[in-house]
Structure formats: C-alpha cells, structure tokens
C-alpha cells in the first residue's frame, strides 16, 4: 500500500501549493541541494527506510528534469543508499512527460493519454556491484525503453 514507500524530492516543492504539504504529510525526505548536510541527512535516512523499516523509496536520480527531454547524466545519491542497504533498483522509464510537462510548467500542458507511457524494467540488485556498475545497470535498462528522441546523445 501507500504506506511502504516514500518519494525523495528537491527541496523547492516544498513551496508548490498543495504538492509540498502533500510531500511533508506523507513523510516524505526533502533534500536541500545546496547544502551538503541535508545532502548526508538524506543519504542516512534513506538507508535506514531501505534497510530496516523495509520502506520502498522513489528517486529521480537525474536531479532535474530534462529540457529537451533527453536522459541526463545521474546524481549518485539513489545509487549510494541501495548500494549501502543491499536494496534492489527497479528501473522505470517515463516516456514522453516532456510533451505532457515542459519545463518550467506546473501543470500538465495537454492530456497524457496517448502521449506518455511508463515502463517498469526488471529489478537490478546491488549485491555484488559497485555503486557505479549499479548506476550504469539502471542507466542501461532506462535507456532501452525510452524513445530515440529521449535517449542520450
């Protein structure tokens, strides 16, 4: 249920109406990127829901989202807790959101539906690589079910 799994965001949603109260009430971990302390709170929380309160977390481990909706490079935080807590990845490639959201828009610029697709990828587990053949595991398999367009150049 919804209880098992918490999001980590940026912290300037905080301030999006509605989304940062939602964001707070939920428990969710808020990461201030300008501030390496918050950046090691982050790290330690998230390790502890992986590994011992057995709470999924949801990463975005680009930082950002895309201006041209290709995939950009990735931050190594989301790698760095599973790595630590021995946790599985599973991969999921959102499709086309660009077309749905650009940048800088705070709500959706034309319906979805026959636009956007997600594609949830096989589980990639930690044990037995580094952090940084996690990453480019996870990396591999988003890049396979994002479009041309999407895809890095």
Request: proline share 5%; hydrophobic share 35%; with cysteine.
């Amino acid at each position: 249920g919804w209880r098992n799994y918490k999001l980590v965001s940026k912290k300037e949603l905080g301030i999006v109406p509605i989304l940062g109260s939602a964001i707070r009430a939920g428990g969710n971990i808020m990461v201030d990127r300008s501030d390496r302390k918050s950046q090691l709170k982050t790290l330690k929380q998230g390790i502890n829901y992986l590994k011992k309160e057995g709470i999924h977390l949801c990463t975005f481990p680009e930082g950002t989202r895309s201006r041209t909706g290709r995939l950009l490079k990735f931050k190594n935080g989301a790698f760095k807790m599973a790595h630590k807590a021995g946790a599985p990845i599973i991969p999921v490639s959102i499709i086309n959101s660009h077309k749905v959201m650009p940048t800088g828009w705070m709500f959706a610029m034309k319906p979805s539906y026959k636009t956007a697709r997600i594609v949830v990828h096989e589980p990639v587990e930690s044990e037995g690589k580094t952090e940084e053949e996690l990453a480019e595991a996870v990396r591999e398999s988003l890049i396979r079910g994002l479009g041309e367009d999407q895809k890095p150049l």
